[in-house]
């Protein structure tokens, strides 16, 4: 089933391996064939991965695009296994994510991990107000 995108001026993309960014006006395409892509709202790159929930999406931003995830997948279930160590209110999260993962169903798994990061940074801001009272 066809897939059209509606990209804001200078919006970036990923479709398969190819990363593209939009020209100056608002633009539409439609996706013919099936294939992996992600919209910029979904991107997290290696260098915005500065918690650990997000290097976890960065990883699996990696697993979902990969031709053969193998390898992101045991980086994952590492990181994983430290930050349910390091915070146990995290493993109901982690445990959707890895279910998914081992089903083959990665972009379930993205969108998990997605809800996983807006977690991290919910009890960043509940640790933050309790160290300033206000």
């Known amino acids: 089933m066809p897939l059209k995108i509606e990209l804001k001026p200078g919006e970036r993309l990923i479709i398969g391996n190819a990363a593209i960014r939009n020209g100056p006006r608002r633009a539409s395409f ?3 064939t099936n ?3 992600l919209r910029e709202t979904e991107i997290i790159t290696q260098s915005e991965a500065d ?3 997000k290097q ?3 990883a699996l931003t990696v697993i979902y695009l990969a ?3 193998r390898q992101a997948e045991e980086a994952f279930v590492a990181q ?3 930050l349910m160590n390091a915070v146990p209110s995290t493993i109901p999260f982690i445990r959707d994510i890895h279910a998914f993962i081992e089903t083959g169903e990665h972009y379930k798994a993205l969108k998990r991990g997605r809800d996983l990061v ?3 940074q919910a009890l960043a801001e509940r640790l933050k107000n309790v160290e300033t009272p206000g």
């Open 67 to 69: 031709d053969d995830p």
């Open 56 to 58: 976890l999406y960065f």
């Open 51 to 53: 918690t650990p929930c």
């Open 30 to 32: 439609i996706i013919e």
């Open 80 to 82: 994983a296994g430290e």
């Open 118 to 120: 807006q977690y991290e």
């Open 35 to 37: 294939t992996k892509f």
